[in-house]
């Protein structure tokens, strides 16, 4: 029986660039039929990206996304096309890459801005004046012998990665078994997605997401506000849905340390998809 710790994970490569190009497409259709590799990145609908939360808006669907994508994430493949967009999104998305110790393959077309953009060099480990050519590098590296894999040893040096892609979501808050059946039913089927159900601390430090829900004005969630503080000083991204009171002045401690507040299931769960990149129910 073949060992399961032998098999060949995929790269997850994040792709970061504007909005309004199309040129990611072509890339994941090269690959559609390929297990070396898998796509992820922010919002390609423009519509459906502005509607859970522009970059400036107080709606947190643009840092929930890219923050979650980024994180599962092996490597960054920037690109800009040209110089008609400000592409900042590209230059927060590779420092969130480099301080997490992603490799960062940075493509710059827009001779105009050769100057703005040398300011990224030490964050970025690959550098291309053209599309061609960076992919041609991506192509290189998803396609090596597994034994060739991270097998330098500069600073900052990529690994062979170590997981499928896997949002893994705790859930924490009412007793009630209603809420959380309702989480566990919306991801029953979408493999990518666990849930974990007040399954310990350990779970929780583990976790990429934490899920918090209070039903009702009843009782002292003490378990909630727990979670939510370890979740916080772990650098975990936080979802807080209050059904109940939602002018609790005790809850009020909360919220603040939370990257998104809703004050119904539904819109919780709609943020929830939007993070971990379902967008066919959004």
């Known amino acids: 029986m073949e060992n399961k710790m032998d098999e060949v994970k995929p790269y997850i490569v994040y792709l970061s660039s504007s909005a ?16 070396h590799v898998i796509f992820v990145g922010p919002c390609e609908n423009h519509g459906l990206s502005d509607a859970m939360g522009a970059p400036g808006d107080v709606k947190p669907g643009h840092k929930l996304r890219i923050t979650q994508m ?6 960054l493949f920037g690109y800009i096309p040209d110089d008609r967009y ?10 969130i890459a480099h301080a997490r110790k992603k490799r960062v393959l940075f493509v710059n077309e827009a001779r105009s801005l050769d100057d703005e953009v040398e300011c990224a ?19 290189q590296i998803i396609t090596a012998p597994s034994e060739n894999r991270g097998a330098g040893s500069e600073p900052n040096q990529f690994t062979q990665p ?26 029953q089927n979408d493999k990518s997605v666990t849930i974990l159900a007040e399954s310990g601390m350990q779970d ?15 009782g002292r969630l003490f378990n909630l506000v727990l979670a939510v503080g370890y979740a916080n000083a772990l650098g975990k991204q936080i979802l807080f849905v209050n059904q109940g009171d939602h002018y609790s002045h005790a809850y009020d401690y909360v919220k603040p340390f939370a990257d998104g507040y809703f004050t119904t299931l539904d819109e919780g769960l709609r943020y929830l998809d939007y993070a971990v990149g379902i967008e066919d129910r959004l």
């Open 204 to 218: 929780l430090a583990a976790a990429d997401i934490l899920f918090a829900c209070r039903t009702d004005s009843g």
């Open 20 to 35: 309004h190009s199309d040129w990611r497409e072509p890339v994941k259709a090269k690959y559609l039929k390929d297990d």
């Open 70 to 75: 980024l994180s599962k994430s092996d490597i």
């Open 162 to 187: 170590i997981n499928h892609l896997e949002h893994r979501i705790f859930l924490s808050g009412s007793p009630s078994s209603a809420w959380t059946d309702r989480v566990q039913a919306q991801y």
């Open 121 to 139: 060099q030490p964050y970025i480990n690959q550098s291309f004046d053209s599309l061609s050519d960076g992919l041609d590098s991506l192509h």
């Open 86 to 95: 400000r592409s900042f999104n590209i230059m927060l998305e590779t420092g």
